[in-house]
């Protein structure tokens, strides 16, 4: 061994991270005694583990419980055709080992629960949140912020994505941000609303990221800032989070100290609550067909400023959350805040004899909105198209934009 400890093949290896300042011998030999664990080795899952890998952290762990699927292989690039049928931690595994044989990987063909997360989650240096459920996320941000491990957060759906640093010390949990659940039958899967292809690989390499630089102690983290990503416009906007001080985990009170059953907690039944390959961002919803014409559940913005400059009476209903709305809102054309996961407990307290007019950032979290609400007895709640993204565009330029 020479090199401070890396050997002549593995200084080679790792050649263009030692020449940067920043990293140096000294930040590789920290990669190289690090370890992280990636829950989910799916869209998110595949380029982190690539990445870590090639990065040269020492200790690699995997969860997941699924096998691969044709439909997996336009996102998830840790797996090949020949690979369709296999589990997914076998060519996982196969796939590491080739690219890097330094790394040692472990992985855990199980579904994550409250039963074993603790003791799968205990002992790793950083946790990569790639699941694509919310009893999930919930779930390794409790038990992160029990373990003291910070972790890497990651959302997509159809073009946009999300990501941060959560329970790294002083800084916000994942709860601070969502602190409940959105009701399961507002919020698809990426199988029903779609992802582009690349974006998992575009946030997944940035939860990669976010690792490689707390593992080696350089830059500054994602911790207390959450970073929007529109693929489509090719955006990036960062949000700051601060802690909550009445986080029910993270908080100077904490009232959960245990971890809980999460499937209940968000309304779900199991199914596909475990470990899997991407997560839905926050913002994005997907539309089932209902039988209405887009006529009867879409408004445009131009319709509501006539309705508003004519004085009509209805209810404008915004469904984002709270930090968003602190961005930019329609309060003085009377907008009303009701993020979406607490739409199911605000609708005694809407007048049924007026209309409702929903709206988001873009339009999805709206159309899901308005499904729900007309499955409830609410016929003529309509969306607004394109949400306040089109209304700052189309009515008010000088509204800010995220």
């Known amino acids: 061994m020479n090199g401070g400890g890396l050997s002549r093949e593995e200084l080679i290896r790792y050649g263009r991270h030692v020449s940067i300042p920043e990293v140096g011998m000294e930040g590789q030999r920290r990669l190289r005694a690090s370890s992280v664990l990636i829950v989910g080795a799916g869209g998110l899952g595949s380029p982190a583990a690539l990445y870590l890998a090639a990065a040269g952290v020492g200790r690699l762990g995997l969860v997941d419980h699924d096998r691969v699927e044709l439909s997996n292989l336009q996102r998830q690039v840790l797996y090949d055709t020949d690979s369709v049928g296999t589990p997914k931690l076998a060519s996982a595994r196969t796939r590491l080992a080739g690219l890097n044989p330094h790394v040692a990987v472990e992985t855990f063909e199980a579904r994550l629960d409250s039963g ?4 799968i989650l205990e002992g790793w240096d950083f946790v990569i949140d790639g699941s694509d459920n919310f009893p999930t996320r919930y779930l390794v941000n409790d038990a992160c912020v029990m373990l003291g491990t910070p972790f890497s957060y990651g959302a997509i759906l159809r073009f946009e994505g999300q990501a941060s640093v959560f329970a790294a010390p002083d800084g916000p949990c994942y709860r601070c941000l969502f602190r409940d659940p959105p009701p399961p039958d507002l919020v698809p899967n990426c199988a029903e609303a779609g992802v ?15 690792a490689i630089k707390w593992l080696a102690g350089i830059g500054e983290p994602l911790a207390g800032r959450l970073l929007l990503i529109d693929a489509l416009r090719m955006e990036f906007r960062s949000l700051d989070i601060a802690p909550d001080p009445e986080c029910v985990v993270c908080g100077p009170e904490p009232s959960v100290t245990d971890l809980i059953d999460y499937e209940r907690f968000c309304g779900e039944t199991g199914g596909e609550a475990a470990t899997g390959g991407e ?15 887009m006529e009867d559940v879409d408004i445009d913005v131009h319709e509501l400023k006539r309705r508003i400059d004519a004085g009509e009476r209805f209810q404008l209903i915004d469904v984002r959350e709270d930090y968003e709305w602190a961005i930019c809102n329609l309060e003085a054309a009377g907008a009303r805040l009701v993020p979406l996961a607490t739409l199911p407990a605000a609708v005694e307290s809407f007048d049924a004899s007026e209309p409702l007019i929903i709206h988001c950032r873009s339009g999805p979290r709206g159309d899901r909105a308005v499904e729900y609400l007309r499955a409830v007895g609410f016929d003529h709640a309509v969306n607004l198209a394109g949400g306040i993204l089109a209304w700052a565009e189309e009515i008010d330029p000088a509204m800010p934009q995220y």
């Open 196 to 210: 582009l292809g690349v974006l998992p690989g575009i946030v997944g390499s940035i939860q990669a990221n976010e």
């Open 116 to 119: 074993n997360a603790i003791e």
């Open 279 to 293: 997560g839905g961002a926050e913002d994005g919803a997907g539309t089932e067909d209902t039988g209405d014409t």
